[in-house]
């Protein structure tokens, strides 16, 4: 169970990096295309930041469902666990 949490916190990040590096990517054509207008250039820089700010803000969002999915994973393990000890407990008290 904790190496599929770790795989799943692991996904996750690598999704989000994809994510802002397509970010700025996108942004950095923008400011190419405004070329030496200083008012497209402008606009088109912040447009790259709010691009770049809604990916974090989605890769954030990612790793924190990640972070509870994972925690859910470990602590239904845990569960698991507990009472299969309980079982073979209860069996090995019967004999």
Known sequence: AEKAAVKIKQEAK???DKLI???E???DELISK????IIKKKIA????KKLVKEAKKSSDKLNSEADVKAANLINEAKVKADN??????????AL
């Open 84 to 93: 299969i000890r309980k079982d073979a407990q209860k069996k090995a008290d």
């Open 25 to 27: 990517k996108q942004g």
């Open 14 to 16: 690598t999704a989000g």
């Open 21 to 23: 590096a397509e970010a």
């Open 34 to 37: 405004a070329g030496n207008n």
């Open 45 to 48: 820089q912040e447009s790259a």
